[in-house]
């Protein structure tokens, strides 16, 4: 056998070096760490040499307004809110959450990229931005983008410094009156770094559709946009488990874009209830150098939108059962938390919830990627404003010369997403007026139909009559509806689409646990402590009670389902408390700011989750000073009769019918009068037998504090939040559904107190303090893992409360 010779072996090393070299393929680099971060105007900050030592150090995602405090004299505003009905103006103090967002910040981080070698391309990718951000490299710019809801990336390559430090600045700037809700500040979604070979895929440039689909087998299609010639594409399917499905390779490119149709055989397909993922692995060749690899997950599904049988999913009629969701996270703010997220879709998965509506804004991605595998259906919105502004400084500043590269960028960085099936061009906007507005609108459209011909689009209108006589909603796909319940008729006839949707529905309001006397049905109601009724019986003078949404679903076959405002209460809006102060979150939610469920979630509970049965019984049974006096009692329940007890007498049975828009939906018993002691109600199943019971109880006083972690093992990554519900209970363990008490917070081990939230409107409390009160009983503090592992605990104190504490596990 021939041996090398020294010479020839070390030749040979040389190459293996240089083909290493050039078979680099992308490194992908987040910026979390060790930004320096400066709240304020600052003309120097972009220069390199600039001293920022005495800046604070934070991480990113990073909203800095959350931190307070509340103040009624941020952003008040002197309008009428013509979404409202509004025709006089009024002073509102809490519309974007009474937090300081507005002004200008700076951050600042030095970064080095040893993996970059010459000939590469680097890009700088963020996520979202709030907003206006200008970004600097080694004192140039690289770019600016005007919208905080946006995917945006610039090229640094040329302004890199080549082996060494590269210092990084972006400067921020939030107008007053630029948001009608809470829009955050700063760098609130991920940064990233990625340094790929010149001949590589594109950003954004895989996609991937499923043309055909049977029971035997599925097309794939994918086409990649790729930089360079003379190149190869080997792309690979992968099951969920990472076997191999099928792969091809192709040298066929066309304008730098690859087109493969490849055959999944015996396709498992993405729903709801069965969120399959495969995913698509493209590598790409020069000769037989591996230049470059990407990975991207997608789910095989087919929609459809017939005006004969309404929304189909996979050959299944269905309707959506969603919740629009603002995109802050209470306590949080705005700033993404992948914990926070999957606890949303976790409490809203057991609702029986299977769609949600990212409003009025485009998703972070991390919301998109946990659709796609806990199984919610997308509709992904654009905007709230077009050209036609509804403040003062909103998107419209910036429409016309850039709503078609924001509309390309939300397409191009979430259409291989499963769980979108819906693109929304906007909401409410005032465009829907006029021929100008019906322009606007196909212009819209067809940028999405360019970019994504598989999807429909639709816009939120309020305005129907007006989209009626325009056209607006006849060129829609989707005619999309907010409230207008008395209109659905009319505009079901009008419109040629044959199907209509509701895009937004109900905004009842209420507060959890607080419940007003006597019940009325009333719009617009307003009491002096600034809450709402939970009885669930008050909303807006522009929208409905839940019912009407759920008859609307089930006797309308053409209505396809719907979108209810909101699924959690959000920062800012605070509807119908717009005009007073203090209050400063909305009333909306179906769970409120701390993501504690109100009586309402098991109103639709009882009528969404088919899987498990619902018994909710309300109000609460602590009334001191009521006793003989008219208590309504209501049950949410999926059974169809119930009976209930009062202290063991019998208050009759109550079984739904068809008498009111109510009764339909809930059991009341109207005439019942407080006394304390035990609610007992037992729900009859269709053979006429007792099939569950529900007990609530007059609770004593109050004695110690119950922790309830909703995670008692985190990851240690810095990152991973525990939510632990904090409720304050009797001697006997009862909840105790009225207690206010002062509670303080401590966290020691491998983990800090992160911030706390009681989910009352009203609260002027920071949620960064390790100290706040109980609202009606709760609160949830939010515990966060450090980055090594190890044991952490959580004690909760309260003056003549018996201490709490919970231990949870970083790994």
Not at 132 to 140: A, F, K, M, R
Request: aromatic share 12%.
């Amino acid at each position: 056998m021939k041996r090398f010779s020294h010479t020839a072996k070390l030749m040979f090393l040389c190459l293996l070096a240089v083909n290493s070299l050039s078979a680099q393929e992308r490194s992908v680099t987040e910026l979390s760490d060790n930004w320096k971060f400066y709240k304020g105007k600052n003309d120097q900050a972009y220069q390199v040499s600039f001293n920022d030592a005495g800046w604070q150090t934070v991480s990113v995602p990073h909203d800095w307004a959350i931190y307070g405090p509340f103040d009624k004299e941020i952003d008040k505003q002197n309008v009428a809110i013509v979404q409202n009905n509004e025709r006089t103006t009024s002073e509102k103090t809490g519309r974007t959450g009474a937090l300081p967002y507005i002004g200008e910040g700076w951050y600042r981080r030095a970064f080095s990229l040893p993996q970059y070698k010459a000939g590469q391309q680097v890009l700088l990718l963020f996520e979202g931005a709030m907003s206006e951000p200008t970004v600097y490299v080694n004192g140039q710019v690289a770019g600016h983008w005007n919208y905080g809801y946006n995917y945006f990336y610039f090229d640094i390559t040329s302004l890199l410094q080549q082996g060494g430090s590269n210092q990084l600045a972006v400067h921020l700037q939030n107008e007053a009156e630029s948001s009608r809700w809470y829009p955050g500040a700063g760098l609130y979604r991920k940064v990233s770094v990625i340094v790929k070979n010149k001949e590589s895929i594109d950003q954004w440039g895989t996609y991937i559709t499923t043309p055909i689909i049977t029971k035997d087998f599925a097309k794939v299609n994918i086409k990649t946009k790729t930089s360079g010639k003379g190149l190869r594409l080997e792309t690979v399917i992968l099951d969920a488990a990472g076997n191999t499905v099928v792969s091809n390779s192709t040298t066929e490119a066309f304008g730098g874009e690859f087109d493969q149709n490849l055959q999944v055989p015996a396709p498992l397909l993405w729903s709801p209830e069965t969120p399959v993922l495969y995913k698509a692995v493209s590598k790409l060749y020069a000769g037989d150098v591996l230049k470059d690899e990407v990975t991207t997950p997608f789910g095989i599904r087919e929609i459809k939108y017939d005006p004969a049988t309404g929304f189909s999913l996979n050959g299944k009629v269905r309707k959506f059962k969603g919740v629009c969701l603002h995109h802050d996270l209470g306590p949080l703010g705005a700033a993404i938390n992948i914990a926070a997220l999957r606890r949303q879709l976790q409490i809203l998965k057991d609702l029986g919830c299977d769609a949600i509506r990212s409003s009025h804004n485009m998703p972070s991605l991390e919301q998109l990627q946990l659709a796609d595998e806990m199984g919610f259906m997308f509709l992904a919105e654009s905007f709230d404003e077009w050209a036609k502004p509804k403040v003062k400084n909103g998107y419209a500043r910036f429409f016309e010369q850039d709503a078609e590269k924001d509309v390309v960028n939300l397409v191009h960085a979430t259409r291989n997403h499963p769980c979108i099936v819906m693109w929304s061009a906007g909401n409410e906007v005032p465009d829907q007026w006029g021929a100008e507005g019906v322009k606007r609108a196909k212009w819209l459209q067809d940028i999405f139909h360019r970019e994504d011909p598989t999807r429909p689009v639709t816009v939120g209108m309020d305005q129907v009559k007006a989209t009626m006589q325009s056209g607006f909603g006849a060129l829609l796909d989707i005619p999309g509806l907010n409230y207008r319940t008395h209109l659905y008729e009319e505009a079901y006839t009008a419109f040629p689409q044959g199907l209509l949707l509701g895009s937004e529905t109900a905004s009842t309001v209420s507060s959890r646990g607080v419940y007003k006397f006597p019940l009325v049905i009333a719009k617009d109601k307003q009491y002096d402590d600034h809450q709402s009724s939970s009885y669930d019986l008050e909303y807006c003078n522009w929208s409905n009670l839940p019912e009407e949404d759920f008859i609307l679903q089930e006797d309308k076959p053409w209505v396809i389902g719907q979108f209810v405002w909101t699924g959690f209460d959000y920062l800012g809006e605070p509807t119908p408390y717009d005009d007073k102060w203090p209050s400063r979150s909305s009333y909306f939610g179906i769970c409120d700011l701390a993501g504690i469920p109100k009586d309402r979630y098991y109103l639709y509970r009882s009528v969404w989750n088919q899987d498990k049965p619902t018994l909710h019984i309300l109000p609460h049974w602590n009334f001191p000073g009521r006793e003989g006096q008219v208590t309504p009692v209501f049950v949410y329940t999926s059974y169809d009769s119930a009976e209930l007890f009062i202290n063991g007498k019998s208050m009759g049975v109550q079984k739904k019918n068809n008498a009111t828009h109510q009764s339909r939906y809930r059991l009341m018993w109207m005439d019942v009068k407080y006394e304390p002691g035990t609610v007992k109600v037992v729900a009859f199943g269709k053979d006429g037998k007792p099939a569950a019971e529900e007990t609530i109880v007059t609770a004593g006083k109050p004695y110690k504090l119950l922790l309830e972690p909703d995670r008692n093992t985190l990851q240690a990554d810095g990152r991973d939040i525990s939510f632990v519900t904090v409720s304050v209970v009797d001697k006997d363990g009862n909840f105790c559904p009225t207690a206010t008490a002062q509670l303080r917070f401590s966290v020691s081990g491998n983990g800090v107190f992160k911030a706390a939230c009681n989910g009352d409107a009203t609260s002027l409390e920071q949620f960064q303090l390790p100290t706040m009160k109980t609202f009606n009983g709760k609160l949830v503090v939010l515990v966060q893992s450090a980055e090594k592992a190890g044991s952490i605990q959580l004690n909760v104190t309260g003056e003549g409360l018996k201490a709490g504490k919970v231990d949870i596990v970083a790994k």
